[in-house]
């Protein structure tokens, strides 16, 4: 199975860089994708990335970027993980058009979801609100044999 995770609005991060780094063992392969063509930018806080992620690719852009790349998938079966306000809420927004390869969406921490209430995920699709991070490797880690739902 493949990987694809996508960023919050802070984009790639050497956090960021890790936690792919981290997660890549039990996949056949990772992509990771974010809002800024794989730049590193360094924001101050939460409102200077999500103004900034407004102003130059915003939600839409991100579903778009996020929707070339599944447009190149072809056979592996993929697991899709979005973080926040960016990934997660571009993973839910294309959840309802999606089918094979995709096979599992997994959204953590997206608060904007309660803005697309209309979206009927056509995949199997998780939402998650954790507590600390190692609840995130364990679940994360858990993709490719689908166990998500009890946890």
């Not at 993973?91 to 803005?115: D, G, H, M």
């Not at 056509?122 to 190692?134: A, E, P, Q, Y």
């Amino acid at each position: 199975m493949k990987l694809i995770i996508l960023s919050d609005i802070f984009g790639k991060t050497p956090e960021f860089d890790e936690l792919v780094s981290l997660i890549s063992d039990g996949y056949e392969s990772v992509k990771a994708i974010d809002p800024y063509s794989g730049r590193y930018l360094d924001f101050k806080d939460e409102q200077e990335a999500y103004d900034y992620f407004q102003a130059n690719t915003g939600l839409d852009g991100y579903i778009d970027l996020l929707s070339n790349s599944l447009a190149d998938e072809k056979g592996e079966e993929i697991c899709l993980v979005g973080f926040s306000v960016g990934g997660a809420s571009a993973v839910w927004a294309v959840s309802e058009s999606l089918s094979f390869p995709v096979v599992k969406c997994i959204c953590f921490y997206s608060s904007q979801i309660r803005n697309m209430l209309q979206i009927r995920p056509n995949v199997d699709t998780s939402i998650f609100f954790l507590h600390h991070m190692n609840q995130l490797m364990m679940l994360i880690r858990l993709c490719p044999n689908y166990r998500l739902e009890r946890m």
